[in-house]
C-alpha cells in the first residue's frame, strides 16, 4: 500500500512525498492517490531537505531509497549527474547531455527531465535551454522560476 505526506517548500509550494515500507515512488506536486500518512521516519530527512532546500546541499544519498525501476540506464545517467549540479547553478540540456556520457543527446535530456518524478531531489528545474532560456518544467514555469528565485536566480 502507498502513502503520502504534504511538506511546503522553501520556495512556498506543497509537494507530495508518495512512498511505501520500501522506496519513495514520486515527489509531486500533484495530489496523488494512496493514503494520506506522515512521512515513514527513515525518509523524514527528504522532507527535511524539501522543507529547506534552498539552503542544502543536493541529497545524492536519496538515491538509494528512490524507485527509479521505471527508467532507462540513460535516465539515471542524466539524473544522476544532475544531482551533482550545486544549488544555485543552472545548466544547459546540452551540457547535462555531455555530463550523462551523451554530448549530442540534448533532446533525449529534455525528455528524461519532463519524466523525472522527484521534483527538487532530482532539481531539472536548474535545466536551462540554450541561450540561457527559462525551458519547460513538468510543474509550471510559475514553479521553475520560483524554485530558481529561491536558489538566487532573479532574472527569469
Not at 541529497?59 to 551533482?84: C, G, H, N, Q
Request: glycine share 8%; aromatic share 12%.
Amino acid at each position: 500500500m502507498k502513502f503520502y505526506d504534504s511538506v511546503k517548500t522553501a520556495s512556498g509550494y506543497t509537494l507530495y512525498i508518495v512512498f511505501d515500507d520500501e522506496k519513495v515512488y514520486e515527489i509531486t506536486s500533484q495530489i496523488p492517490d494512496g493514503t494520506p500518512s506522515a512521512v515513514a521516519e527513515k525518509y523524514k530527512y527528504i522532507k527535511d531537505y524539501l522543507s529547506g532546500h534552498c539552503c542544502q546541499p543536493m541529497l545524492i544519498e536519496a538515491f538509494d531509497d528512490l524507485d527509479m525501476s521505471w527508467a532507462t540506464p540513460f535516465m539515471r545517467k542524466v539524473y544522476k549527474a544532475l544531482s551533482l549540479i550545486p544549488c544555485g547553478t543552472t545548466v544547459s540540456y546540452g551540457y547535462l547531455a555531455e555530463l550523462a556520457g551523451r554530448p549530442k543527446a540534448a533532446r533525449a535530456v529534455g525528455s528524461a527531465m519532463a519524466k523525472n518524478r522527484f521534483l527538487i531531489v532530482i532539481p531539472c528545474h536548474r535545466v536551462l535551454a540554450s541561450g540561457h532560456r527559462i525551458g519547460g518544467f513538468s510543474s509550471g514555469l510559475d514553479m521553475k522560476r520560483a524554485l530558481l528565485r529561491c536558489e538566487g536566480h532573479n532574472e527569469f
